[in-house]
T-cell receptor
């Protein structure tokens, strides 16, 4: 079956602009996660959805970042008034469920965001 | 910030050699996971460990969940060119949500044919 897909694969924008990044999780996975990976670093947790609701958004760096998952499947990460420091690879992952053991997260290829 | 110390940061080895890398933390983890990431791709899960002391193999890969729950290692035997990539340890911190993964900074592996 299809894995996690993310669009666009690359996004170049100017400082101050608004961007949306999309994630299509594996079909049937109820849990969805967003991570951010800066150059030379491991991914860092941003937000976790269980179904349609954001169960934990403690990793979002500030209120310019927002994410939705209105129908419990596709998710969109939204960044307002982008800054150069937002440049990174944004990774999406999904898992069959969010809690409990043996609950592996499968990652998409990421969206590389560059803010000029 | 990240709470995992992963080493070495990078390594160059000859094809056919064995490789060892590890992760340590001052905090207790409930699970340890090892991922491999190729350029332009997301991390791919290699091995998952769920119990302290657990030793698990996946082909030429072997990983262990440390008894103290604060460390893990990954061994790769008889390396081949396609082993090139960045290897990340990750885990679920005890006391944090079991959904949230904490990652190390990665070990970049280069294999010389």
């Amino acid at each position: 079956g299809a894995g996690v897909s993310q669009t666009p694969s690359n996004k170049v924008t100017e400082k101050g602009k608004y961007v949306e990044l999309r994630c299509d999780p594996i079909s049937g996975h109820t849990a969805l996660y967003w991570y951010r990976q800066s150059l030379g670093q491991g991914p860092e947790f941003l937000i976790y959805f269980q179904g349609t609701g954001a169960a934990d958004d403690s990793g979002l760096p500030n209120d310019r970042f927002f994410a939705v998952r209105p129908e419990g499947s596709v998710s969109t990460l939204k960044i307002q008034r982008t800054e150069r420091g937002d440049s990174a690879v944004y990774l999406c992952a999904s898992s069959l469920r969010g809690q409990g053991s043996n609950n592996e997260q499968f990652f998409g290829p990421g969206t590389r965001l560059t803010v000029l | 910030g990240q709470q995992l110390n992963q080493s070495p940061q990078s390594m160059f080895i000859q094809e056919g050699e064995d490789v060892s890398m590890n992760c340590t933390s001052s905090s207790i983890f409930n699970t340890w996971l090892w991922y491999k990431q190729d350029p332009g791709e997301g991390p791919v899960l290699l091995i998952a460990l769920y119990k302290a002391g657990e030793l698990t193999s996946n082909g030429r890969l072997t990983a262990q969940f440390g008894i103290t729950r604060k460390d893990s290692f990954l061994n790769i035997s008889a390396s081949i060119p396609s082993d090139v990539g960045i290897y990340f340890c990750a885990g679920h911190l005890s006391g944090a949500g079991s959904y949230q993964l904490t990652f190390g900074k990665g070990t970049k592996l280069s294999v010389i044919p």
